[in-house]
Nanobody, 111 residues
């Protein structure tokens, strides 16, 4: 059974940083593209960043230069480092592993 667990969300002020972590079990992690998605209130879930099995990162335009996605295949973990956070970054962040999703972790950026 695949298990996807996100952590690291919270309430931060604009301009601050957060580090999200996603750990996956029961899944062929090292061979798979992994992704982070965001869902704001009353909005559709949107892709924020993905990282291929070879380690190539791809970002949506709104987070380029501020967010960094990385992976640790030895720990089946994918990280999203978020800097210079803005109120528009607020939402629930979900980790994607193939057809599998975690429960998400809430990020709120507010002064």
């Amino acid at each position: 059974q695949v298990r996807v667990v996100e952590s690291g969300g919270g309430l931060v002020q604009p301009g601050k940083s957060l580090r999200l972590s996603c750990t996956v079990s029961g899944f062929d992690f090292s061979s798979s593209t992994m992704g982070w998605y965001r869902q704001a209130p009353e909005s559709a879930r949107e892709v924020i960043a993905v990282i291929t099995n070879t380690g190539r990162p791809i970002y949506t335009d709104s987070v380029k230069g501020r967010f960094t996605i990385s992976r640790d295949n030895a720990r089946n973990t994918v990280i999203l480092e978020m800097t210079n956070l803005k109120p528009k970054d607020t939402g629930r962040y979900f980790c994607n592993a193939g057809e599998n999703w975690g429960q998400g972790t809430q990020v709120t950026v507010s002064s």
